[in-house]
């Protein structure tokens, strides 16, 4: 399910609610609940074959292949790629907003919950909300000013910054390529645009 299409849980959802820390404060049931539904859908997804797909490239491209991804399921390494940068978090970890601490995620997390290390009922799901900085983002700098080829697969590239990653990929050299099945929202930055789905 997506976020942002139509029928998607954004039109479902107030992301205001369910996706920021102010909502969390106000209601952490309400964003538990959230969170462990989604956590019971990435559970019981499997990797398609475009996860395969880019897990294979992984393993015989023999330069460096560097998955970015603002997905929060586990679906690339269950396919078998190694080097994912979940820039928006994991939900199958969780967080301690008290100390920082994250661990492994129960199927169900609850605002009770107590932090492993700290003991404070602080836990929450170790995702990125609207407001908060992405993770990863010095190293995924660092990578788009290496890399030789850029590819964005399955996303409008519309929610900064990763909508500026193919410009700064092509800034630095890159040939840039865009998969989806819809055209990208800034199409001047790719040299090659294929529609359809991954």
Same mark, same amino acid.
């Given at each position: 399910?997506?976020?942002?299409?139509?029928?998607?849980?954004?039109?479902?959802?107030?992301?205001?609610? $369910?996706?920021?820390?102010?909502? !969390?404060?106000?209601?952490?049931?309400?964003?538990?609940? !959230?969170?462990?539904?989604?956590?019971?859908?990435?559970? /019981?997804?499997?990797?398609?074959?475009?996860?395969? /797909?880019?897990?294979?490239?992984?393993?015989?491209?023999?330069?460096? $292949?560097?998955?970015?991804?603002?997905?929060?399921?586990?679906?690339?390494?269950?396919?078998?790629?190694?080097?994912?940068?979940?820039?928006?978090?994991?939900?199958?970890?969780?967080?301690?907003?008290?100390?920082?601490?994250?661990?492994?995620?129960?199927?169900?997390?609850?605002?009770?919950?107590?932090?492993?290390?700290?003991?404070?009922?602080?836990?929450?799901?170790?995702?990125?909300?609207?407001?908060?900085?992405?993770?990863?983002?010095?190293?995924?700098?660092?990578?788009?000013?290496?890399?030789?080829? !850029?590819?964005?697969?399955?996303?409008?590239?519309?929610? !900064?910054?990763? /909508?500026?990653?193919? /410009?700064?990929?092509?800034?630095?050299?890159?040939?840039?390529?865009?998969?989806?099945?819809?055209?990208?929202?800034?199409?001047?930055?790719?040299?090659?645009?294929?529609?359809?789905?991954?």
């Amino acid at each position: 399910m997506t976020l942002r299409d139509r029928g998607g849980l954004w039109d479902r959802y107030d992301l205001l609610e $369910v996706a920021t820390p102010e909502g !969390f404060s106000r209601n952490p049931d309400l964003v538990h609940d !959230f969170y462990n539904g989604r956590r019971m859908n990435c559970r /019981a997804a499997d990797p398609n074959s475009a996860h395969k /797909a880019l897990a294979q490239l992984e393993r015989k491209h023999p330069g460096e $292949v560097v998955i970015v991804t603002q997905n929060i399921d586990d679906l690339h390494e269950r396919a078998g790629s190694r080097k994912v940068w979940h820039m928006h978090g994991e939900i199958r970890k969780a967080l301690c907003a008290r100390c920082g601490s994250r661990w492994p995620a129960p199927p169900e997390m609850n605002a009770g919950d107590p932090c492993p290390d700290c003991c404070e009922a602080a836990t929450r799901p170790d995702v990125v909300w609207f407001g908060e900085i992405p993770y990863f983002m010095d190293e995924i700098q660092a990578a788009l000013g290496r890399c030789q080829l !850029f590819v964005s697969i399955g996303t409008s590239g519309e929610v !900064f910054p990763a /909508a500026g990653f193919a /410009a700064d990929a092509e800034m630095a050299g890159a040939r840039t390529l865009h998969l989806n099945i819809e055209e990208p929202s800034s199409p001047h930055c790719f040299h090659e645009i294929r529609t359809g789905p991954a």
